[in-house]
C-alpha cells in the first residue's frame, strides 16, 4: 500500500499548527474568539504558502461546536465535516474551472439560505479567485453590497492584484510570507523525527533549500527521498533524489574561475549540462558557494559553514569575492526572467576569469601613492599602446631607480583674495541656493582698484557664465558682494579665463600630457576597472616636464 503524502499527514490542522504566519493568524483568531468578522477575506502569497490551508482552519473555528473560541477543537462533528470536505455550510470552489454565470447564480442562491444550525456560518472558500470571471465579480459585488449576516468569502489568490477594486474596498486583505529556510529546516527535521527518519545536517539544509519558502514542496522532497534512500539521508541522498548539481562541480567551477582558467570552468559547465542540471539552479548554487568563501574570508569560520580548505580560501582575494558575487547574482536573476541559460553562463564565465587577471586593488594604490617617480615611465607619444600590465600577487612593478620624488614648483602667490569666490559662494547660497552652486563653479573672484568686482570662470566651464549673467543671478551676487564686502560694488564682470590670452597656443602641450597620461598603464588599469574616463588633469614637473599652462580641456578618451 503507498504511503501517505507528509505534506497531507502533516498538513495543519488548527491555527496552533500553522509555521510562520504569525501576524495573520493571530487576527484571524482573534477575529472568530470575538465573533468581529468581515463579509469577505483576501488571502494571497506564493502558491504552496498555505492560503487554503488557514482559509479551512478558519471555517473550522467559525463553526466548531466547542466555539466561539480562537482555535479549533478539529475534533468535534462540525469540525470533522470540514475537514473531510462533506460539511454543507462550507462551500469550497475553484475559480480556475468554475468561472462561468451558473456558478454565481449557484453561490448568490447558497448565500440567501442561512447555514444548517443557528450560530454557525457558510463560508465559501474560492480557491485560485484571481480567475473568476467579470460575471462572477459582479455576482460577487451584489452580494457583499448588502452580505446576508451569516456569509463569509475567503478569497485565496496568488495575484491579488487581479481583485477588482470593488471587491477589496469591501474585503479585509491578509498577505501571507513564505517562512524563512530556517523555520522550514527546523520543522522538516521535527517531522523527520517523528516519522523514525535520520537526515544529516546537510541533507536538511538542502531540503530546506528546495522547499524554496513552501513547506509543502520542502514535505514532498523529503517524501521523494525517503523513497531512494529509505531511513538514513544524507547529503548525497537529497542531491541525487532532488537532481541537485554534485557539490564537487559547483567547487571545482568556482575554483577555475577563481584562477582564471576559463577552459576548466566551461567543462565543468558542459559536464553539468550534459547530465540534465538545471544550470539556474548551478548559478544559485556557485552563489552560494561564493558567498560561503567572501564570509569566511571576512571573519573567519562560522557555526554551521561549509567547510573550506585553507588552501582553497588562500588563493582568492575579497574585492575578487565580491566581484564575482555580482556576476553570478546578476547572472542568476536574468536566468530566472527565463534568459538563453547556457550562453548567458557562458559569458558570466568568461567576465568572471578576465577578473582573475587584474592587479591587485592594494597593489594598485601603492603604485598610485609612491608619486610620479615609482610609475613607469610612459611610452613616447607615437609609440603603441601597450597592453595594462596583468599580474597578480604581490611582486611591484618596475619602477624608476630610487630618488626622492621632485618637488612641484611653488604656486605663484595669487593676484586675488583666495577666500573670496568661497564667501560670496556661501552668502549666495543663501541668499538662493542655486547661484551659491553656480558660483562654485567659476574659479576666482577678485575686486579691482576701481571696486568693480571681477569672477573668473575657466574657458571649460563657459556653460555656467551663462548661467552668472542671468539678471536673478547677478542680483544675488550683487548682495552676496554687499554683505561680505560691507558695500555693494559698483558692477560685476564675468570673464572666461584666458580671454585675453591667445586662445590656441596652450593646446598642443596640454593635449599632448592629457594623451600620455591616458597611455599610462596605471590610468588605463583605472579606466579598465572602474569604467573611469579622463576629464581633465594637470601635467608634473619631472618626467612628464612642466606644467602646462590652462587650456581647454580636451573630450574624455572615450
Ligand atoms: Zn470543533
Redesign the pocket.
Do not use: I, L
Given at each position: 500500500m503507498p504511503r501517505r503524502p507528509l505534506a497531507r499527514t502533516y498538513r495543519p490542522q488548527r491555527f496552533a499548527e500553522v509555521l510562520g504566519q504569525e501576524a495573520p493568524v493571530r487576527a484571524l483568531a482573534a477575529a472568530s474568539a470575538r465573533r468581529e468578522l468581515a463579509a469577505a477575506y483576501i488571502f494571497s502569497g506564493t502558491r504552496g504558502i498555505g492560503k487554503t490551508t488557514i482559509a479551512r482552519i478558519f471555517a473550522?473555528a467559525l463553526n466548531?461546536?466547542?466555539g466561539p473560541a480562537e482555535d479549533?477543537?478539529?475534533?468535534?462533528p462540525?469540525?470533522r465535516d470540514i475537514a473531510e470536505g462533506r460539511s454543507l455550510d462550507v462551500l469550497e470552489m475553484d475559480a480556475a474551472t468554475h468561472t462561468g454565470i451558473d456558478d454565481v447564480r449557484e453561490l448568490r442562491e447558497a448565500a440567501q439560505y442561512p447555514p444548517s444550525r443557528k450560530g454557525r456560518y457558510r463560508v465559501f472558500i474560492i480557491d485560485e479567485a484571481h480567475q473568476l470571471s467579470q460575471a462572477a465579480w459582479n455576482g460577487l459585488l451584489k452580494i457583499l453590497e448588502e452580505p446576508p449576516p451569516w456569509c463569509v468569502f475567503l478569497l485565496c489568490t496568488t495575484e491579488p492584484h487581479k481583485i477588482p477594486a470593488t471587491i477589496e474596498s469591501r474585503a479585509l486583505h491578509f498577505a501571507f510570507k513564505s517562512p524563512s529556510t530556517a523555520e522550514i529546516r527546523e520543522h522538516l527535521a521535527r517531522i523527520a523525527e517523528r516519522e523514525g527518519l535520520e537526515p544529516t545536517g546537510e541533507a536538511l539544509d538542502l531540503l530546506a533549500k528546495a522547499a524554496q519558502g513552501s513547506v509543502r514542496d520542502g514535505l514532498s522532497a523529503l517524501d521523494q527521498v525517503r523513497a531512494l534512500a529509505g531511513k538514513a539521508i544524507d547529503g548525497a541522498a537529497v542531491r541525487e533524489a532532488l537532481g541537485l548539481v554534485p557539490e564537487e562541480a559547483v567547487r571545482d567551477y568556482v575554483r577555475a574561475v577563481g584562477r582564471g582558467d576559463a577552459a576548466a570552468a566551461l567543462a565543468v559547465l558542459d559536464g553539468v549540462e550534459r547530465e540534465g542540471h538545471d544550470l539556474r539552479g548551478f548559478a544559485a548554487e556557485a552563489l552560494e558557494r561564493v558567498r560561503a568563501l567572501a564570509l569566511a574570508k571576512a571573519v573567519g569560520s562560522r557555526p554551521g559553514a561549509p567547510p573550506i580548505a585553507p588552501d582553497e580560501l588562500e588563493s582568492f582575494r575579497v574585492e575578487q569575492l565580491v566581484w564575482l558575487g555580482k556576476v553570478l547574482d546578476e547572472t542568476e536573476a536574468r536566468l530566472r526572467q527565463g534568459g538563453p541559460q547556457r550562453v548567458l553562463l557562458d559569458l558570466a564565465t568568461i567576465r568572471m576569469t578576465a577578473m582573475a587577471d587584474l592587479t591587485p586593488l592594494e597593489e594598485l594604490a601603492q603604485r598610485i601613492g609612491s608619486g610620479p617617480a615609482g610609475r613607469q615611465a610612459p611610452p613616447a607619444p607615437p609609440g603603441p599602446a601597450p597592453a595594462s600590465p596583468r599580474r597578480r600577487g604581490g611582486s611591484p612593478g618596475p619602477s624608476a631607480p630610487a630618488s626622492p620624488p621632485p618637488k612641484r614648483s611653488a604656486p605663484q602667490a595669487p593676484p586675488d583674495d583666495a577666500s573670496l569666490l568661497p564667501r560670496l559662494a556661501e552668502a549666495a547660497a543663501a541668499i538662493t541656493g542655486r547661484v551659491g552652486s553656480f558660483l562654485r563653479q567659476a574659479k576666482s573672484a577678485r575686486l579691482e582698484a576701481d571696486g568693480r568686482l571681477v569672477i573668473s570662470i575657466a574657458r571649460s566651464r563657459a556653460f555656467w557664465k551663462t548661467r552668472l549673467e542671468t539678471p536673478a543671478a547677478r542680483e544675488a551676487i550683487v548682495k552676496a558682494a554687499a554683505e561680505v564686502l560691507g558695500g555693494a560694488p559698483p558692477s560685476v564682470e564675468f570673464r572666461l579665463e584666458g580671454e585675453t590670452a591667445e586662445p590656441g597656443a596652450a593646446r598642443p602641450r596640454n593635449r599632448d600630457a592629457l594623451e600620455r597620461a591616458s597611455r599610462d598603464p596605471i590610468v588605463r588599469e583605472l579606466f579598465e576597472r572602474f569604467d573611469a574616463v579622463l576629464l581633465g588633469g594637470e601635467a608634473l614637473p619631472g618626467p612628464e616636464g612642466p606644467p602646462a599652462p590652462d587650456g581647454p580641456a580636451p573630450e574624455a578618451p572615450r
Open positions: 473550522k466548531c461546536e466547542k479549533c477543537c478539529d475534533a468535534c462540525a469540525c
